[in-house]
């Protein structure tokens, strides 16, 4: 068993070097699925700025197509999905929290000097990342933030840890995503890079435009024009 694990598998990507982290936060399948309209994400319909026509309508209220979560969730009807079927963004989201996490947690294992600037960007990238869809998946899956409320509903785990043997956390509320969700932002917008060489990796304005858009959810107006204004 032991030589077994010694061997690593051909094609496969088993990283152990910055480098090999940086590749793997290139991974498309962290955006692919769940945000892009032309694969049928929901989230997508959740947007005020869009219009199903009626012969569209007919179209995605047909339960048999894939597209049902679609129109559901431009209709507002919850849940958007099946639920007795697998919730493929809840599924797929958490695998790419696995990807964001596993390159937080590695980098920070294997940097050295003269990759550590290097490493510091991989960090802010992956973090930002989680963040941006920890902050989505709390509002699809639970109330959306009331700056007026308490914010104390159970939503979703906020793991932050790459290990699989390591129990999930208890839920967090609605409260502590947003809070651990900036306390990321925060942390990105200390190393994130201006330039970036893969479009499902965050830069600098991205980050910004991230802050900006958790403080139009917690409508602290100011602070959201602030960061819109960077």
Same mark, same amino acid.
């Given at each position: 068993?032991? *030589? #077994?694990?010694? !061997?690593?598998? @051909?094609?496969?990507?088993?990283?152990?070097?910055?480098?090999?982290?940086?590749?793997?936060?290139?991974?498309? =399948?962290?955006?692919?699925?769940?945000?892009?309209?032309? *694969?049928?994400?929901?989230?997508?319909?959740? /947007?005020?700025?869009?219009?199903?026509?009626?012969?569209?309508?007919?179209?995605?209220?047909?339960?048999?197509? &894939?597209?049902?979560?679609?129109?559901?969730?431009?209709? #507002?009807?919850?849940?958007?999905?099946?639920? $007795?079927?697998?919730? #493929?963004?809840?599924? $797929?989201?958490?695998?790419?929290?696995?990807?964001?996490?596993?390159?937080?947690?590695?980098? &920070?294992?294997?940097?050295?000097?003269?990759?550590?600037?290097?490493?510091?960007?991989?960090?802010?990238?992956?973090?930002?990342?989680?963040?941006?869809?920890?902050?989505?998946?709390?509002?699809?899956?639970?109330? !959306?933030? *009331?700056?007026?409320? %308490?914010?104390? !509903?159970?939503?979703?785990?906020?793991?932050? $840890?790459?290990?699989?043997?390591?129990? %999930?956390?208890?839920?967090?509320?609605? /409260?502590?995503?947003?809070?651990?969700?900036?306390?990321?932002?925060?942390? /990105?917008?200390?190393?994130?890079?201006?330039?970036? &060489?893969?479009?499902?990796? #965050?830069?600098?304005?991205?980050? =910004?435009?991230? @802050? /900006?858009?958790?403080?139009?959810?917690?409508?602290?107006?100011?602070?959201?024009?602030?960061?819109?204004?960077?």
């Amino acid at each position: 068993c032991s *030589n #077994f694990l010694d !061997v690593k598998p @051909m094609g496969k990507l088993i990283p152990t070097e910055v480098e090999e982290y940086e590749n793997l936060l290139n991974n498309v =399948q962290t955006v692919n699925s769940y945000f892009l309209a032309s *694969n049928s994400s929901y989230l997508a319909c959740l /947007a005020d700025n869009l219009k199903i026509s009626g012969l569209s309508a007919a179209h995605y209220f047909d339960p048999g197509t &894939s597209a049902i979560s679609n129109y559901t969730s431009y209709t #507002f009807q919850a849940p958007y999905y099946e639920p $007795n079927t697998t919730d #493929f963004f809840w599924e $797929n989201g958490y695998k790419a929290m696995g990807i964001f996490n596993t390159v937080i947690d590695g980098v &920070s294992d294997v940097q050295t000097e003269q990759t550590s600037e290097l490493a510091r960007q991989l960090i802010a990238q992956a973090k930002a990342a989680r963040a941006w869809f920890y902050l989505s998946m709390s509002m699809i899956y639970g109330p !959306v933030y *009331n700056p007026a409320g %308490n914010n104390d !509903v159970k939503t979703i785990p906020y793991r932050t $840890n790459s290990q699989p043997l390591v129990a %999930n956390p208890e839920r967090a509320t609605t /409260a502590e995503v947003f809070k651990y969700a900036k306390q990321d932002i925060e942390d /990105a917008l200390k190393d994130i890079p201006r330039n970036v &060489s893969n479009p499902c990796r #965050f830069n600098l304005p991205a980050v =910004q435009m991230l @802050m /900006a858009w958790y403080y139009m959810f917690t409508r602290d107006w100011n602070n959201m024009l602030t960061y819109a204004d960077l």
